[in-house]
């Protein structure tokens, strides 16, 4: 260390107060070093001196200082009640508009809209449902899952009878 | 400044006993881990309003900036201050806060000002405190006078050239004389990276110093 002058590491440590042995021992045989660092203590101690003198303010500064803090402090929690009602008042619509949903969604869950009443009061029966359903399908020309069948088919005698 | 005294404290010393007293623990202080309840609010202001104002005239280096900012961290410490819960001491959240307001403020307003202050121009509040810093010294000689005044425009100037944190950091440990914890709370920083800040910022100070000082001597000869 004695054969080597400071580092800004070694610096920093000594302006924080807390200087290794070495460093301290190589300051105190080094003059360079001493005069380095009192010119750098000096040039950040009027750093701290300028700030403190620069915010030396007279006591009524602080006073209206402190009344425009308090001020603006009663004027925001204004601000948060009307806040706060438009947040019940959008709660309250939120809920409405929810309810009327509810109120309205077994209509659209039958597809029957104004006579959903008449439905609730006769359910289907599930066996005339059934019985209807093999009636529809007895009535067909050919079975539902030979439909795409029988038009292929038919699209060919078109065909047929269109070249002749 | 001997170098018995430069070994076994830290340097700066020129907070006085009261502006040390708004950094302790007060009324607020005691509750601290439950929020701040709003009637205590006004006694937090009392407390704590010159040194916040101080750190922010050290950040900012405008009046007027500074007492803007400094009712905008009260503010929005209300705002906040359910949410404290004394991590840290009510001093040091309240830095955080002004560190942050004091970023957003960005640096070009700060060059203005410095520009403004060191061109020799109008008086203003902080040409009074660059006169204010002579009356300190009222046997310095003209000499020295302008000694100390080349000596804080490198400062300055040095922390106007480092990177936001770096300049805070700095600032925080110098001028309010901050522990490295204190400063990693209100910066959010751990504190090997705000060694390392001080490492760098030391490092520019110390150029421009040298630098200063070498310029002065060939003047002088």
Known sequence: MSEQHLSDENLTELLLGTPEEAVAAHVAGCEACRAELARLSAAVSRASEWTRAAAERPAGFWYTQRQAILEGVSARPQRSHLTAWASVLAALVLTAVLLGRVSVEPNLMTGNGGNSVDSAAAPVDPDDELMAEIQASVRRPVPRAFEPALLVTQELHRAAEANQ | ?221
């Open chain 2, 1 to 221: 400044m001997t170098v018995e005294r430069t070994l076994t404290q830290p340097i700066a010393g020129v907070l006085t006993a009261r502006d040390r007293a708004s950094r302790s623990s007060g009324a607020v202080e005691a509750r601290a881990g439950i929020g701040i309840r709003e009637e205590e609010f006004e006694q937090l202001v009392r407390e704590h309003q010159q040194r916040i104002f101080r750190v922010l005239m050290g950040l900012v280096r405008d009046a007027d900036a500074a007492d803007t900012l400094t009712q905008e961290c009260f503010l929005r410490a209300y705002q906040k201050r359910a949410t404290f819960r004394g991590e840290a001491s009510v001093g040091t959240w309240l830095v955080r806060i002004a560190v942050n307001l004091a970023m957003d403020h960005g640096r070009s307003r700060r060059r203005a000002f410095w520009s403004r202050v060191m061109g020799g121009g109008t008086r203003n509040a902080e040409g009074d405190a660059v006169a204010m810093l002579e009356v300190a010294h009222p046997d310095a000689s003209p000499e020295r006078a302008l000694a100390a005044r080349q000596e804080l425009a490198a400062v300055w100037d040095a922390a106007d050239a480092l990177a936001p944190q770096q300049r805070t950091v700095f600032l925080l440990r110098f001028a309010e004389e901050m522990t490295l914890e204190e400063i990693a709370n209100a910066t959010d920083l751990e504190v090997g990276t705000v060694k390392a800040h001080l490492f760098r910022a030391v490092g520019a100070v110390r150029k421009r110093v040298g630098h200063r000082g070498t310029e002065a001597r060939r003047k002088e000869r």
